[in-house]
């Protein structure tokens, strides 16, 4: 595997865990249906459906539960991309630019129906998104999605530039904005997910337990840790952006961006709604607010994999968030109590890539790249689940490994 640090600075999700589960570390040979190797975002809600089934299942992480990139992510849920729909349509063509967005919505929805039944708060909140023209020249693009979104009949309006101030108290020319979206802790998230899954018989969580493959026989794949071993008819890859050698010829890139979280506000009179903000500018620049009031922003995106240890240039960048933040909401007094650098991974095309090995018999990934990760791990889990079960998906070939 090809692996790098996935962030440096202090991160604020990890403040807001208490009493988190530990499980132990793999000591023994054990049988399964389904191996699930990685306890992030895709692992825990793949492992939460499949709990649900009449499977053996075992989850193995080499490190913690939740503690790799789940602790960067900022928790921004949307339907929409960082690609556009009719950007899609153009490269993708309309009609399966049209289902992939459609998939990105039942995503949301899938989300949404878990954050209802979770017995643990995971600090899920629905809120609308607000996509603004960073410039006049991007008002085309900008009409252009709303336009192809409100066709097909996504849950979106437009605002021209004397709305945007009536609601938010900053000038932009245009903006669309979304409903249906969310934002949600996503640490809390995947440990809460987790812990639910693993109260099921048929359930075993291992942390500090590295799986490496060996062969396939007699309809089981070998995988040993340091102590055992684990024979799996199933396996699924959930392991993000450490990349091996078979991720490492998928169209992908990986790159770093900065995030600051700030102290808390007393209150966001302008900012209706709480909504999720961002903009049309590459790379893009967004924020959303926090339970407990606080704002988290990020962007500044480079072409390199790994941020910056010294803690003086992670300030830099935090300094200059919080400036992009003030360029919207001038009357905050605001300070970066957290900032931090982190790796991210995409597609691109902008898809993720979700499901089996071509040639490897009951072998998958899934891998959600891009910056709606959580999204393309939530729809993404369901597509990996119905493959194992039923042996198909109606979408599985959008996101299919060797597109």
């Not at 995971?122 to 023209?133: C, G, M, T, V, W």
């Not at 339970?291 to 995106?301: K, W």
């Amino acid at each position: 595997m090809l692996f790098v640090s996935l962030y440096h600075g202090a991160l604020y999700w990890p403040t807001t865990i208490r009493d988190k589960p530990v499980y132990p570390k793999l000591n023994k040979d054990m049988l399964c249906d389904i191996l699930i190797i990685g306890a992030g975002m895709s692992g825990a809600l793949l492992t939460y459906k499949l709990a649900k089934e009449p499977l053996e299942v075992i989850l193995v992480e080499k490190d913690r539960v939740g503690e790799g990139s789940t602790s960067a992510n900022t928790g921004l849920l949307q339907y929409s991309n960082d690609k556009m729909l009719h950007s899609f349509a153009e490269s993708i063509g309309e009609k399966d630019a049209v289902r992939f967005y459609r998939l990105c919505l039942k995503g949301m929805e899938e989300l949404k129906e878990i954050a209802s039944i979770l017995q643990e708060d995971i600090q899920f909140e629905n809120r609308q998104s607000l996509y603004y023209a960073s410039t006049e020249a991007d008002v085309l693009s900008i009409k252009k999605e709303y336009e192809m979104l409100k066709q097909y009949d996504f849950p979106v309006e437009f605002l021209d530039e004397e709305m945007i101030y009536k609601s938010y108290g900053f000038k932009k020319h245009a903006a669309i904005r979304t409903s249906g979206d969310a934002e949600v802790n996503p640490q809390k998230l995947v440990v809460s997910l987790i812990k639910e899954a693993s109260k099921g018989s048929n359930v075993r969580v291992f942390e500090n337990t590295e799986a490496e493959k060996l062969h396939y026989q007699d309809g089981y794949w070998l995988y040993k840790s340091e102590d055992a071993c684990i024979r799996a008819k199933h396996v699924v890859y959930a392991t993000g952006y450490e990349l091996d050698n078979y991720t490492r010829n998928m169209a992908t890139k990986l790159n770093r961006t900065y995030v600051t979280v700030t102290n808390p506000i007393s209150s966001f009179q302008q900012w209706k709604d709480r909504s999720l903000i961002w903009e049309t500018k590459r790379p893009y620049f967004y924020m959303r607010t926090t339970f407990d009031g606080r704002i988290v922003a990020g962007g500044l995106d480079e072409e390199t994999m790994e941020a910056p240890k010294d803690p003086r240039i992670l300030e830099a960048y935090g300094n200059k968030l919080l400036a992009r933040v003030k360029e919207h909401f001038p009357q905050i007094q605001l300070q970066a109590d957290y900032v931090y650098g982190a790796t991210f991974g995409e597609s691109k095309d902008g898809i993720p890539f979700i499901g089996e090995v071509p040639k490897s018999k009951n072998l998958y990934y899934c891998l959600g790249f891009g910056g709606n990760g959580t999204v393309y791990s939530s729809f993404g889990s369901t597509i990996i689940k119905d493959l194992i079960t039923k042996g198909e998906h109606p979408d599985a070939d959008l996101v299919r490994l060797d597109r």
